[in-house]
């Protein structure tokens, strides 16, 4: 894969993260600051683009080794391409992964891996957002509500109606205003790399072996991409005026009050970046798969300097790292693997610049 302009369900590559929010414990819908929002969301942000549940989430995954038991439409082949993008989780000694065939059509996943977790994706937004979501010691059922929220979805939870905004992983309206979920690492890359890195891992099947929120007959074609390169949905500068459009990928990092977006095209053109957000040095690359990836560029209390070794490795410090994971694979810090650099992995820009509005982006593309 040569890079992503023109692929509207964009293989990415979300490296995994760490994060230190507490387990979810409710706040009595009490009024409070998250990441410079305030609490609950006033009802006129919000905008009522569906119904609730018109997009159906899934509450009873089904998965297999493959989709090759499945049975499509004329002409067609049952197998899932390797390059088709997928959101893979490892967790609890097992891995799975989650296609955007589904994804786009179901936004919402609730699964139990290592414990109960939600997968989502917003298609406006180009997120995926893994969390856990057990609230004050029971597992509750997200679907979607039908609202957006700056663009981007908003989940609901079946326990107490709440609103969710996905990006934030924190409730926005309703009894459990301000609650925030703990995160879970993924991994948002292709099918083929996917099984490369888990050669054991699972792959979500399409409804009907899914059962949905409301167990409506499945009528979608998940052989067939929801979204190709005839439909103007693409990502990417634009050609003539490198202009960072809404659909542009990016990846983005905020440190210390500063807020940055690295361009799929920009990165790739750079082949490795290093540079600083606030006082946080990172380096930002392209995976094997067409992905970004960023990490925090300090290692042992030593800051280093990356070049490219080749299409799937960086070299510094007498070590080559892997693109994909920030593993060391040889030389003195063989074993160690970099910190990812944001909590969140690639996304379009439109999500980003909406959550971060000061952001700048490097390579001093304009923004329209």
Same mark, same amino acid.
């Given at each position: 894969?040569?890079?992503l302009?023109?692929c509207?369900?964009?293989?990415?590559?979300r490296?995994?993260?760490?994060?230190g929010?507490?387990?979810? $414990?409710?706040?009595d819908?009490?009024?409070r600051?998250?990441?410079?929002?305030?609490?609950p969301?006033s009802?006129?942000e919000l905008?009522?683009?569906?119904?609730?549940?018109?997009i159906?989430?899934?509450?009873?995954?089904?998965?297999a080794s493959d989709?090759?038991?499945?049975?499509?439409?004329?002409g067609?082949?049952?197998?899932?391409?390797?390059d088709?993008?997928v959101i893979?989780?490892?967790?609890?000694?097992r891995?799975?992964a989650?296609?955007?065939?589904?994804?786009?059509?179901? $936004?919402v996943?609730?699964d139990r891996?290592g414990g109960?977790i939600f997968?989502?994706?917003c298609?406006?937004c180009g997120s995926?957002?893994?969390a856990?979501?057990t609230i004050?010691?029971?597992?509750?059922?997200?679907?979607?509500s039908g609202?957006l929220?700056?663009d981007d979805?908003?989940?609901?939870?079946r326990?107490?109606?709440?609103?969710?905004?996905q990006?934030?992983?924190?409730?926005?309206?309703?009894?459990?205003?301000?609650?925030q979920?703990?995160?879970?690492?993924?991994?948002?890359t292709?099918?083929?790399?996917?099984?490369?890195i %888990?050669? $054991?891992?699972?792959?979500?099947l399409?409804p009907?072996?899914?059962?949905?929120?409301?167990?409506?007959?499945?009528?979608?074609?998940?052989?067939?991409?929801k979204?190709s390169?005839?439909?103007?949905q693409?990502?990417?500068?634009?050609?003539e005026?490198e202009?960072?459009?809404?659909?542009?990928?990016v990846?983005?990092?905020?440190?210390d009050?500063?807020?940055?977006?690295?361009p799929f095209?920009?990165v790739?053109?750079a082949?490795?970046?290093?540079?600083r957000v606030?006082?946080?040095?990172v380096?930002?690359t392209v995976?094997?798969g067409?992905?970004?990836a960023?990490?925090?560029r %300090?290692v042992?209390?030593r800051?280093?300097?990356?070049?490219?070794?080749?299409?799937?490795?960086?070299r510094?410090?007498r070590s080559v790292w $892997?693109?994909?994971?920030?593993?060391?694979?040889d030389?003195?810090?063989?074993? %160690?693997?970099?910190e990812?650099?944001?909590?969140f992995?690639?996304?379009?820009?439109?999500?980003?610049?909406?959550?971060n509005?000061?952001?700048t982006?490097y390579?001093?593309?304009?923004t329209?």
């Amino acid at each position: 894969m040569t890079g992503l302009a023109g692929c509207a369900t964009a293989t990415v590559n979300r490296a995994p993260t760490t994060t230190g929010r507490p387990t979810a $414990e409710t706040t009595d819908g009490a009024n409070r600051t998250v990441d410079g929002v305030d609490l609950p969301v006033s009802g006129s942000e919000l905008y009522a683009a569906l119904a609730k549940d018109s997009i159906p989430a899934i509450v009873d995954p089904a998965f297999a080794s493959d989709w090759g038991g499945l049975e499509p439409p004329d002409g067609q082949s049952a197998a899932l391409p390797d390059d088709s993008p997928v959101i893979g989780v490892a967790r609890g000694g097992r891995a799975r992964a989650y296609p955007l065939r589904i994804l786009d059509w179901h $936004e919402v996943v609730n699964d139990r891996l290592g414990g109960p977790i939600f997968v989502s994706y917003c298609v406006l937004c180009g997120s995926a957002v893994v969390a856990e979501r057990t609230i004050d010691g029971t597992a509750a059922v997200f679907g979607v509500s039908g609202y957006l929220w700056r663009d981007d979805l908003v989940l609901y939870d079946r326990l107490t109606d709440s609103l969710w905004s996905q990006l934030l992983a924190t409730a926005i309206q309703g009894p459990l205003t301000g609650t925030q979920l703990r995160l879970v690492p993924s991994t948002f890359t292709t099918w083929g790399e996917w099984r490369s890195i %888990q050669p $054991e891992t699972q792959v979500l099947l399409p409804p009907p072996a899914s059962n949905t929120v409301d167990g409506r007959e499945a009528t979608y074609d998940y052989f067939t991409p929801k979204y190709s390169f005839d439909d103007g949905q693409l990502i990417g500068y634009d050609r003539e005026g490198e202009e960072v459009t809404s659909r542009t990928l990016v990846i983005g990092i905020e440190a210390d009050g500063v807020a940055r977006a690295y361009p799929f095209q920009a990165v790739e053109m750079a082949g490795v970046v290093n540079d600083r957000v606030g006082g946080l040095p990172v380096v930002v690359t392209v995976t094997p798969g067409g992905s970004l990836a960023a990490y925090d560029r %300090q290692v042992d209390g030593r800051v280093l300097t990356f070049t490219v070794e080749d299409a799937a490795h960086l070299r510094a410090g007498r070590s080559v790292w $892997e693109r994909s994971t920030g593993l060391a694979v040889d030389g003195p810090f063989a074993g %160690q693997r970099l910190e990812p650099a944001s909590e969140f992995g690639p996304m379009f820009w439109r999500g980003w610049s909406n959550f971060n509005p000061g952001s700048t982006v490097y390579g001093g593309g304009s923004t329209g």
